[in-house]
């Protein structure tokens, strides 16, 4: 069964680029979309965007200017990129197995922006 | 893009009641591409239904799925104390997909 893991810094200050990356074992990547979401604390769930492992991106229009999400299949990884971030992107963020219907989840990172 | 709002906002039921769960879109979700997730306390969601009606794999035939369009429901028949957990649907049929705010089920 797969499994992915959630990768990263948890501190990053305002105006400055968020990075994860998600490692996914029990699996490969090949063959299959894989996703983003994030949930500030306390709050619901929001999509940011899925890669399919050829490099094909979706991202939700609302993040779409700030959001970058790459694929490397020879490590079975993939990341996101958040940039210019505020307080506001403050959240757990998960990383997901499919594009649409979201089969499995990582357990989730919290990325606290704040100075 | 499309708004779900799901109903109630929390459900307060006893183990072994029945528990009804709604979604309602903004507009149509296409081919019914809705899915429900379960979300327990500091943990990821899991995926229950997708397809509106089509159950994941290895979950509990007390999970069901309904509906069409506008309107969708997810059904717990007989509650276990596993199922003390905040529910979420998702729509997928057009982009960008969207979630529902949640609904509560509590222990009563």
Known sequence: QVQLQESGPGL???????SLTCTVSGGS???YYWSWIRQPPGKGLEWIGYIYYSGDTNYNPSLKSRVTISVDTSKNQFSLKLSSVTAADTAVYY??????ELVAWGQGTLVTVSS | ????TQSP????LSPGERAT??????QSV?????AWYQQKPGQAPRLLIYGASRRATGI????SGSGSGTDFTLTISRLEPEDFAVYYCQQYGSSPPTFGQGTKVEIK
């Open chain 1, 29 to 31: 990547i090949s063959g």
């Open chain 2, 21 to 26: 769960l709604s979604c309602r879109a903004s």
């Open chain 1, 12 to 18: 990053v200050k305002p105006s400055e680029t968020l």
């Open chain 2, 60 to 63: 509990p035939d007390r999970f």
């Open chain 2, 30 to 34: 296409s081919s019914s591409y809705l």
């Open chain 2, 1 to 4: 893009e499309i708004v779900l």
């Open chain 2, 9 to 12: 906002g929390t459900l307060s």
């Open chain 1, 95 to 100: 990383c997901a197995k499919g594009g649409w």
